[in-house]
């Protein structure tokens, strides 16, 4: 259990695949100008992360060293093409919206790192579980990252998601700035800057959370106590 837990721990987390390996920027800061692309693009990666994971722990006895990477390239690429056909059968708009990042997953360090640093050295539930937990943590951060750059670059939120979950979402956009355009978040150079600032949140959480545990495991006695006024 405490596994599954460091696991989940990193994945969500601590080694973060796009905010602390800094992994699969491309498509991060490509496709995530609103929460529907961003959405699709993670669900697809997700999907590919878990299946490559799976597979390769699957067959790592099996794989001689020199073919291995080659091996695992193609793996990926099959689980790809799965996601491909997948989206240009249920959500072909969505598809050609996304264009070419879809078939770019498979060059996504992220999956082809995980797959050869920890589902080839291990057994199939570690695994697969630490491919859902990365690609959960890649999906969110595109998520997060989406809702940022849609909300103050235009203004809205869930905006087209009718073109992920079909006619059940089409009233689901929420309009929080009327007749609002910030251009600068919906371009790239808007992806750089927010990319940055979910960079730099994390750090300071991360900070402020480790002088929590330092504080918390010094005894009594050391603390420091701050006096703020005299009592009479």
Not at 68 to 83: E, K, N, S
Not at 131 to 149: D, P
Not at 154 to 162: D, I, K, R, V
Not at 185 to 190: A, E, H, I, K, S
């Amino acid at each position: 259990m405490s596994q599954f837990n460091e696991l989940t721990r990193n994945g969500l987390w601590s080694n973060n695949p796009a905010l602390v390996q800094l992994l699969g920027l491309c498509p991060l800061l490509a496709v995530t100008s609103t929460v529907v692309n961003a959405l699709s693009l993670g669900l697809a990666t997700l999907l590919v992360m878990v299946g490559a994971n799976v597979s390769v722990s699957l067959i790592r006895h099996h794989v001689p060293a020199s073919v291995r990477l080659p091996a695992f390239v193609m793996i990926i690429a099959a689980f790809v093409t799965c996601a491909e056909l997948l989206m240009q059968a249920y959500t072909f708009r969505l598809y050609q919206i996304l264009g070419i990042f879809i078939p770019l997953i498979v060059t996504n360090c992220a999956i082809l790192g995980r797959a050869d640093a920890f589902a080839a050295k291990n057994p199939l539930l570690p695994a697969a579980t630490d491919g859902l937990m990365m690609g959960l943590g890649f999906a969110a951060v595109l998520v997060v990252l989406g809702a940022v750059r849609e909300l103050f670059g235009q203004g809205t939120l869930f905006a087209g998601m009718e073109l992920l979950l079909g006619p059940v979402a089409a009233d689901w956009q929420v309009t929080v700035f009327a007749d609002y355009s910030f251009l600068f978040l919906v371009l790239p150079p808007g992806a750089f800057f927010a990319t940055g600032l979910l960079i730099a949140a994390k750090n300071v959480i991360d900070d402020r959370l480790e002088r929590r545990r330092h504080q918390a495991t010094l005894p009594k006695e050391s603390r420091r106590v701050r006096v703020t006024g005299i009592i009479r």
